[in-house]
């Protein structure tokens, strides 16, 4: 197959004047590469095309391809991760990961939390604060401190620390301010859950979904303390263990794991993708988020992190994604592309 390659390179927005924080969730140029040479392993021909304006262009160049592997995150507003799915499907062109919908619906932390609470899945009490006078609505609610503020819209532990850690409702009202300043976003306000925190990864899309593997985030002595915040992450080759914890020895990775799969499952996630779930006092594991478009680094992403210690492969994983895509593709039907400028 001929396959695009969308992304975003974090050095690029670096040097168009971008801070570090705003390109966290960026991709290196060694990430591009290994999924290229993957998928080249595989039998496939690639084709570099980047970003989503840069996808833009080439679409209306008339450039066309089999199957887009897409790790675009975007750079602005609650829907970034559906923009190049959605340019997409206006010309058929079938890509890896979550449509548009999946990808509004996982980035906004609240409206996910309705929808799997609505399947049954175990989430903590939240509120969602979009602006500061909504602090006295939440006031009145039944949430039980200590709570937990972070952006609504965010990956890669952003406007997460251990400030967001609320006892009382002076550093409640404290923290929503800053990040409703800083971020320009609702902030999700969440009970605090004081236990063992996962990270599960799956395969697959629908009911041939799978649990691949789970690991436990376990802060070592010199991070943040509490919080898998966005410093930690972005040290975690020091700060951070990711030790495999398996199902069969133990059942709150079990359990944890049945919550992720359902979870996957009421979402409509496609592919391959990552949920988070931390315990509770009483060590009952609650989902947290979901992220469908999961880092690919090779080294230092959880999700090839996780076959590493599996002993899968990383070409294996990228073949699973790519198998995954077409089955899913072969199954809609044929698709409707718009003609290309050479067809006319």
């Avoid at 009490?125 to 006031?139: G, T």
């Avoid at 492969?313 to 592309?337: D, F, M, N, T, W």
Wanted: proline share 6%; glycine share 8%; charged share 25%.
């Amino acid at each position: 197959m001929k396959i695009g390659l969308t992304y975003d390179l974090r050095q690029e927005y670096l040097a168009a004047g971008y801070s570090e924080e705003e390109t966290a969730e960026f991709d290196r140029p060694d990430t591009i590469d290994a999924i290229e040479t993957a998928l080249r392993q595989l039998g496939h021909d690639t084709d570099r095309i980047g970003h989503a304006r840069q996808l833009v262009e080439r679409l209306a160049a008339g450039d066309r391809w089999d199957l887009v592997f897409n790790i675009c995150e975007g750079l602005t507003g609650p829907a970034r991760e559906a923009q190049v799915p959605a340019l997409l499907d206006v010309y058929g062109i079938p890509c890896t990961f979550s449509d548009p919908l999946r990808m509004s619906l996982c980035l906004h932390k609240g409206m996910t939390k309705v929808l799997v609470r609505a399947a049954g899945v175990p989430t903590p009490d939240f509120a969602v604060v979009e602006r500061i006078e909504d602090l006295e609505a939440l006031e009145k609610q039944s949430l039980s401190y200590p709570l937990f503020a972070k952006p609504i819209a965010e990956g890669t532990g952003k406007g997460v620390g251990p400030t967001s850690i609320l006892h009382d409702v002076a550093s409640l009202r404290r923290n929503c301010e800053e990040l409703l300043t800083r971020l320009h976003q609702p902030v999700l306000v969440e009970e605090y859950l004081p236990g063992r925190e996962f990270t599960v990864g799956l395969l697959g899309t629908g009911t041939e979904a799978f649990v691949l593997g789970t690991l436990e985030i376990i802060l070592r002595d010199g991070a943040e303390p509490d919080v898998y915040s966005y410093v930690n992450k972005e040290h975690c080759d020091e700060r951070v263990a990711y030790p495999l914890v398996r199902a069969q020895d133990d059942e709150q990775v079990a359990r944890a794991e049945e919550i992720a799969l359902a979870a996957w499952r009421a979402l409509g996630c496609r592919d391959a993708g990552r949920i988070d779930l931390r315990c509770d006092r009483h060590g009952h594991p609650h989902f947290l988020e979901v992220n469908p478009l999961a880092g690919l680094h090779p080294e230092h992403s959880d999700l090839p992190m996780l076959c590493t210690a599996l002993g899968m492969p990383y070409v294996k994983l990228i073949e699973h994604i790519v198998r995954s895509a077409v089955v899913r593709c072969q199954g809609a039907g044929k698709r409707h592309a718009l003609p290309s400028r050479a067809a006319g």
